[in-house]
């Protein structure tokens, strides 16, 4: 049974930072694609950051490159999503998702089979 937990969000002024948690469990080894999308009130689900769990390759969406940070512990039980620079813009709901492969595109919703139940992010 996968279950992902977010936690980390909360309010923020614009030009601050936040870290998000994914405690991620009953991942096999075949679940190699993790990653964090957000949705804002009337907008689509957007992909934000994802990780390969065992390359460690990374994927950017070019609103967040340079001022997000997605990382794993060791463990690889736990993903992280460094958020500095917050604009308004980036107030969303903010989801982990998992999947196998981070096929066929790692920032489409349809790739994912696992999601979390969402963190509120407030920049204003």
């Known amino acids: 049974h996968v279950q992902l937990v977010e936690s980390g969000g909360g309010s923020v002024q614009p030009g601050g930072s936040l870290t998000l948690s994914c405690l991620a469990s009953g991942l096999t080894q075949s679940s190699n694609c993790i990653g964090w999308f957000r949705q804002a009130p009337g907008k689509e689900r957007e992909g934000v950051a994802a990780i390969r769990r065992y390359s460690g390759t990374t994927f950017y969406a070019d609103s967040v490159k340079g001022r997000f940070t997605i990382s794993q512990d060791n463990a690889k039980t736990t993903l992280y999503l460094q958020m500095n620079s917050l604009k308004p813009e980036d107030t969303a709901v903010y989801y982990c998702?998992?999947?196998?492969?981070?096929?066929?595109?790692?920032?489409?919703?349809?790739?994912?089979?696992?999601w979390g139940q969402g963190t509120q992010v407030t920049v204003s």
């Open positions: 998702a998992a999947s196998i492969p981070c096929l066929p595109n790692w920032n489409e919703t349809r790739t994912y089979n696992y």
